[in-house]
DNA sequence: AATGAATGAGACTTCATTCAT
DNA sequence: GATGAATGAAGTCTCATTCAT
């Protein structure tokens, strides 16, 4: 007598995948107001009720979406984290991983980086609210830590720092196409370059 | 001769900017998708109905303000381009141009980023098609002027350059808030240290 | 011989009446059109698909409950009516009948006071009408007789009359809960004596 | 500047009045479930689109029906209850006040008959709940006071009676048709009749 | 210039039902 | 006997837009 009410969260998890990856790509593309479920549908090749009986609506599409990605960047982070490097190779770490979720989850990012200040409002996305804490202060006290170290400039407003970190390396997933010319490791790599050393010809000494 | 049907061009001018301007903000702050135009007419004292005796259709209202701002945007970058300053001297003056028009226009530089490259598809906004060439021009053609002259690093690939630097300057008008602690200049002066230099302290010559 | 497509009429008539016991509950509980075939199902440990294995339809199911519980109602009432009493006799065992089939089948006499109006106007239910006329000729019949032998007021409307009876008697089951400290013959008492002698108290004669 | 959002609450009253007697007719005949907001525009001569300019919802039409039936129906019932009357007295004019709004609000008393059970589940709704218990209350100790004064049986169970006189009024909603041959008063009077004295022939005293 | 009321297209969602396994 | 997945029709509601006043 297993009155089971919703499939949603147990059964048959590859199906579930497959759609949540259509409906990503789709979110990312059109932008999730402008999508409508009748295109998921037709990109999955189903009629757009039929998406009801694995999800409970569009908006928990979005979070399943979000919440999924925003667990594999944790993942990441966190076994960069724990490695407790010095401030520049946490840096660059940090860097890496993150071009690595972007080439594994380039649509999550994309809907992420689109939608997530509407979101944030809604009860449901709070946990976008906690990551945004946690990944501000991952951020912060590692450029804090090397500027105490003296590895990073002292003279730079630190938040401006920051934002310009962020920004810069997540703002690659509304351009990034997997597939592309350069491997993740390969534009991390030149973003660091850029960021760590600037774009300018230094003085040669002597 | 003057029965026109649409005054929406010749009539009050003044009332039509003010119109704009509240539409601006509100399209920035919930996304055009997002935006009813009773949430417009609510934020201007008036029904949406109301609305449609000074502009055609909400898209028109989103044409106007792109339009609006582009153009004086334009009229920006052309005087620090006709001055044919070194490229260096170029790039400084672009960056610092751009961040007096997300400091003048910061709704409409918003709307841009967020809405443009969906908006590219329809006819009516091919003059942002456009507008996005001629700045990658402006911006690549300096960027590879400064590696001739051997002022900027030649080891760097152009084009991520190019969006690193472009990026890193309109992403600020996501958190930028007018009125802050840091006028614009102020916030192009850091920027521009740390693209030129970066974020890495120098490894003092001898 | 027996490869029979639909065994909706033959296969276990045990579960068959588990399963319309199960459904007439739910439907007296939230009524038929807010009854969705997954909350049958729910209830009965299964999916909704599964009840296809059984029943055509939600609608066939309803009409079987319906149709059970006339039948063992004009069983009741034809035994009443072919003994040939007097009418107040009568009368008092068409009362007590009643509230024994209240007792017995509480779900569908509450399904069938609250959905039937709506349901005549369909042909597969037109059963329901015939019930309906045989019903009124049977109460109406008892209580002419009744006048006509000077048992009952003769100054009444007579409709009014009969409305009056039906009802008082029928709508207890909107509220009646079988095992409840009154059994169904005693509420049966009450009733007919409030509705024999009134409720006020009689002047004593002398 | 007066930002107004619902013209629900204020604006021209009569229309509203209009569409929700309409909305109220239907509810009655075909059952709240059963009645889409298409055949209630239908039955107003507008799209169903149309009637969200006036309301919320189709819940709202509901909730607004009933609240303005309970409304007037304790306007009548107070005034009742105010003049302090013997218990006879107070229950006559009970009844007759109680069919002179079934009178009046003949579709909303039918809707309510049909649908509260199920609504007062929700919050929205609790006002149902809240007026169930002053219904009781004024009935019941009507009931009592008349059992203690003597002039109402004292040998019967009171909530039984209570039923039995409260659904033996209301019930009549069901098939009452405003205009018919008797007027609320004539049909108070005969019901009055045969609950306080009962059909049956009364034995001649001596 | 603005209001009030309505239109009509289209959105999300529900649900009875089907059917291969 | 039952499940899991899907269909397709229909329902509620939203919203850009129109237009007489």
């Known amino acids: 007598m297993p009155t089971k009410k919703k499939p949603q969260v147990t059964a048959a998890p590859a199906r579930?995948?497959?759609?949540?990856?259509t409906a990503a790509e789709v979110f990312a593309e059109q932008g999730?107001?402008?999508?409508?479920?009748?295109?998921?549908?037709d990109h999955a090749g189903m009629l757009a009720g039929s998406?009801?009986?694995?999800?409970?609506s569009k908006e928990s599409m979005l979070e399943e979406i979000l919440r999924t990605f925003l667990d594999e960047l944790w993942a990441?982070?966190?076994t960069v984290l724990a490695a407790e490097s010095?401030?520049?190779?946490?840096?660059?770490?940090?860097?890496?991983?993150s071009f690595r979720e972007i080439d594994r989850h380039r649509a999550a990012v994309a809907i992420y980086q689109k939608e997530s200040k509407q979101l944030v409002a809604q009860e449901r996305f709070g946990f976008l609210v906690e990551s945004q804490r946690r990944f501000e202060?991952?951020?912060?006290?590692t450029l804090e830590r090397g500027v105490a170290a003296q590895v990073f400039r002292a003279?730079?407003?630190?938040r401006l720092t920051y934002r310009f970190v962020r920004d810069t390396v997540w703002v690659a997933a509304s351009w990034y196409r997997p597939g592309g010319q350069h491997s993740p490791e390969e534009i991390a790599r030149q973003y660091l370059s850029m960021v760590l050393d600037g774009i300018a010809v230094r003085e040669q000494p002597q």
Do not use: C, Q
């Open 16 to 21: 579930r995948r497959e759609l949540l990856d």
């Open 32 to 41: 999730y107001n402008a999508t409508t479920v009748r295109k998921i549908a």
């Open 51 to 56: 998406l009801y009986y694995h999800f409970d």
């Open 76 to 78: 990441g982070y966190d």
């Open 86 to 97: 010095g401030p520049r190779e946490t840096l660059e770490a940090l860097v890496t991983e």
């Open 137 to 141: 202060k991952a951020w912060l006290s």
């Open 155 to 158: 003279d730079l407003d630190m």
